[in-house]
């Protein structure tokens, strides 16, 4: 039995479709707390991080980012409020776009030295130089790595808040040339959806669990759309050809038998483009997975 703390992040700043700040409450809705209650886990909700709404923002973007002040803020009510959990917890950080992650890897860290394992069809390793667009979620990774805007870099404490060797990518097929780059100028572990269609999500988490075999901290950051598509349809930047229903649980179950993870992100579920809350349920399933749900 765990001490599981939720924590929602309602915010859709970092990116450019509307809708994934109403990812909390289509989770809450999807039945988190009950889920993981029936599993045995004693589960306190804090509600949510005051995120405000774009219409209230008149600065649409500076030095390249969009909205880097607004997220910048959420992020460190993010971190303040994860100090204040029990070091024992096991935080549940319910996204809003990506870009969350600053803070929720930042304050699930506390300080220490922590593995990432980044699930999710981009890898979100793009700077303020290399970006297309501007939007932040898809630049949290390289932040944490201590990569760009130094406002976002420094968050919480000053200097990168993981080292890049303490990274796994999983499910990627979504990248930036610059990303490209960047990925492996700093070595970075990446399992794209060839390497998952070629080894098989055992051997993958095999070599994950050895990867952080004797860290105190793991933190899985899982965004929607790491699932195919037709899977989980409401998110805002979709991507064919991605894990399936069973690979993915596969995948939160292998994890939960290693017994390493102590934190967890939820994020870029948008109940808009949604049918019937389908995605915020198969996410919540997948966190039951991940806290020792089994099917036998």
Known sequence: MKRVEILGIPMDLGQGRRGVDMGPSALRYA????????????????????????????????????????????????????????????????????????????????????????????????????????????????????????????????????????????????????????????????????????????????AVAEKFKGFARVHVSLDADVLDPEVAPGVGTPVAGGLTYREAHLLMELLADAGMVSSLDLVEVNPILDRENRTAKIMVELASSLLGKKIY
Not at 157 to 162: L, N, T
């Open 31 to 206: 039945r988190l707390q009950e889920v993981l209650e029936g599993l045995g886990h004693k589960v306190l909700d804090y509600g949510d991080v005051d995120v405000p709404v774009v219409e209230s923002l008149r600065q649409q973007g500076e030095s390249g980012v969009v909205y880097l002040e607004a997220i910048r803020k959420a992020c460190l009510k993010t971190i303040e409020t994860l100090s204040q959990m029990s070091a024992e917890t096991f935080p549940v950080v319910l996204g809003g776009d990506h870009s969350i992650a600053m803070g929720s890897v930042t304050g699930a860290s506390r300080g220490e030295r922590v593995g990432v394992i980044w699930v999710d069809a981009h890898a979100d390793f793009n700077t303020p130089q290399t970006s297309p667009s501007g939007n932040i979620h898809g630049m949290p990774l390289a932040h944490l790595c201590g990569l760009g805007d130094p406002r976002l870099v420094n968050l919480g404490w000053d200097g990168p808040k993981v080292r890049p060797e303490d990274v796994v990518l999983i499910g990627i097929r979504s990248l930036d040339s610059g990303e490209v780059r960047l990925l492996h100028e700093h070595g970075m572990s990446v399992y794209t959806m060839k390497e998952i269609d070629r080894l098989r999500i055992p051997e993958v988490a095999l």
